[in-house]
């Protein structure tokens, strides 16, 4: 086998109509057409799904580790913004 | 009349096995992981066609054959598969070259099977000739990428379509068993099927900057069981565990 990495492409997956797509993983192809067919090939070859989408790793850009704390542990203590404080209707209540 | 329907579905049937024997062959060794997974897929693909077309072949000799006496407990001379599925594997593009040219094949003759009077047969190429168009679909874009690739990649491509070229005829020209199924509203017509796969194997080709070579000679008689030296070898090998246990399951 080639020692030689073609890029690297993420794998979405619609395991059926009305879902959204999931991140299901990645692989190596020369371009998007050949992604969109190796996906076809390894993560939906047993039925996992009707609709692929395939992008270059590379477009994705990221948040990363040292960012968590920043981004993240500021939203731990607003318990306000969850929609619990307000008097929902009886009729919209589900 | 029975028997040319028994053989016409054999010949089908072998078709599959063979060239899925053979793709099979590539599982662990392909350029890299992604398409070592899609060849065995395809291998497989194959193969399961050849477990459908071969379980109906026996039912139509109604000699209780099943598929897997017809697999593995036929020889050399009763196989009557295109030479072209037979030959070894070669390089990638030798086998993606041929399997571009036997995947819009099959893609035309199953997608014609599907109005078959043979109901059953009608119902197997429904099934085969979606996958048919994948592989037809999976193998263009490789032969493309060949083609129309390096200065290497064209050449290797080049010399695969030259080889593999004077193996085409088989698959075009109707002898007495396609004759008698196509009057039996079994088969469709080969001679205009073959001129519509030529019309999309030649026009892809040229996308491709491959040139089609001149048909100066053609290798025939895998339909009548005369093959080349390499089904010897394939068949040892395929049969192999049948042969020496008779029998034997797992």
Redesign the interface.
């Known amino acids: 086998?080639?020692k030689q990495h073609?890029p690297l492409w993420e794998v979405f997956v619609r395991s059926r109509r009305g879902l959204d797509h999931k991140h299901i993983g990645s692989?190596?192809?020369?371009d998007a057409?050949?992604a969109l067919?190796?996906a076809?090939?390894?993560y939906t070859?047993r039925q996992e799904g009707v609709s692929i989408w395939v992008v270059r790793s590379s477009d994705i850009h990221a948040s990363q580790f040292e960012d968590e704390g920043a981004f993240f542990e500021p939203a731990a203590d607003k318990v306000y913004r969850h929609p619990t404080f307000y008097d929902v209707p009886e009729e919209l209540k589900l | 009349m029975s028997s040319a329907h028994f053989q016409y579905v054999l010949r089908l049937g072998d078709n599959a096995l063979v060239l899925g024997q053979r793709l099979s062959e590539w599982c662990g060794h392909s350029p890299f992981l992604e398409e070592d997974i899609a060849m065995a897929n395809t291998a497989l693909d194959h193969i399961g066609r050849a477990r459908m077309l071969l379980s109906h072949a026996g039912a139509i000799e109604g000699r209780g054959r099943d598929e897997d006496a017809l697999a593995y407990l036929r020889d050399e001379r009763e196989f009557g598969n295109f030479l072209v599925c037979e030959l070894p594997n070669g390089d990638y593009a030798f086998t993606l070259v041929r399997q571009y040219l036997l995947d819009v094949y099959h893609q035309l003759l199953f997608e014609a099977l599907t109005a078959s009077a043979d109901e059953e047969l009608a119902a197997i190429a429904a099934k085969a000739v979606k996958e048919a168009a994948y592989h037809a679909r999976r193998s263009g874009d490789w032969v493309l990428r060949f083609g129309d690739g390096t200065d290497e990649s064209q050449a290797r491509a080049q010399a695969a379509l030259d080889e593999l070229w004077s193996y085409t005829g088989e698959l075009c020209t109707p002898d007495a068993v396609d004759e008698a199924m196509q009057a039996a509203g079994i088969a469709p017509d080969l001679e205009q099927l073959a001129a519509r796969w030529r019309e999309i194997v030649e026009a892809h080709l040229a996308a491709a900057t491959l040139s089609v070579p001149p048909a100066d000679w053609q290798a025939g008689g895998g339909r009548e069981g005369l093959h080349t030296e390499h089904m010897g070898r394939l068949l040892a090998e395929m049969q192999f565990v049948q042969r020496a246990y008779p029998g034997l399951n797992w």
Request: proline letters at 0%; zero cysteines.
């Open positions: 086998m080639s073609l692989l190596h192809a020369a057409e050949q067919l190796a076809r090939d390894t070859r």
